[in-house]
């Protein structure tokens, strides 16, 4: 069952711009992080507080029909906003390419955290990178669908 509620956009231009490319084309243009290559899915959530709908492109990460959200923030000290929304409200949407479901977010701890960080790195170096600039543990959150 897809979320409902009022969507409301992200204070990011590039955000807003590339989400809205991308379901205008049901996932067939946008799909790549903002000048490469590299793929994104992009998920919906329900505000921890508000209650609206958010909508962020996450890299793609994928296992098994299994999805991996990454709060990485770009290395940054906090979490990214979504964070608490996952945490709040853990079923959220995900669309990749034409397909979207639902999923439940788990936050993910001990081995198989290390496993899912393991596949994340292999998947896109970059979080490597981030990791080492923050002195906290990125939090991931594995979606399984509904």
Same mark, same amino acid.
């Given at each position: 069952?897809?979320?409902?509620?009022?969507?409301?956009?992200? $204070?990011?231009? *590039? @955000?807003?711009?590339? @989400?809205?490319?991308? /379901?205008? %084309? $049901? =996932?067939?243009?946008?799909?790549?992080?903002? =000048?490469?290559?590299?793929?994104?899915?992009?998920?919906?959530?329900?505000?921890?507080? %508000?209650?609206?709908?958010?909508?962020?492109?996450?890299?793609?990460? /994928?296992?098994?029909?299994?999805?991996?959200?990454?709060?990485?923030?770009? =290395?940054?000290?906090?979490?990214?906003? *979504?964070?608490? $929304?996952? @945490?709040?409200?853990?079923?959220?949407?995900?669309?990749?390419?034409? /397909?979207?479901?639902?999923?439940?977010?788990?936050?993910?701890? =001990? /081995?198989?955290?290390?496993? *899912?960080?393991?596949?994340?790195?292999?998947? *896109?170096?970059?979080?490597?990178?981030?990791?080492?600039?923050?002195?906290?543990?990125?939090?991931?959150?594995?979606?399984?669908? @509904?």
């Amino acid at each position: 069952m897809a979320l409902e509620g009022t969507y409301v956009p992200s $204070n990011a231009q *590039w @955000v807003r711009d590339q @989400v809205a490319e991308y /379901e205008a %084309s $049901n =996932g067939t243009r946008a799909t790549t992080l903002p =000048g490469t290559d590299d793929k994104v899915v992009v998920i919906t959530s329900r505000g921890a507080k %508000s209650g609206n709908l958010r909508k962020n492109p996450v890299m793609r990460v /994928e296992r098994d029909g299994k999805y991996l959200a990454v709060a990485s923030y770009g =290395g940054g000290p906090k979490n990214p906003s *979504w964070y608490a $929304n996952f @945490v709040a409200h853990p079923e959220v949407d995900l669309q990749d390419g034409p /397909e979207k479901h639902t999923y439940r977010a788990r936050l993910l701890s =001990g /081995e198989e955290r290390a496993d *899912w960080w393991e596949h994340a790195v292999a998947t *896109w170096a970059t979080y490597g990178d981030y990791q080492q600039k923050t002195e906290r543990e990125i939090p991931l959150f594995l979606l399984e669908r @509904v």
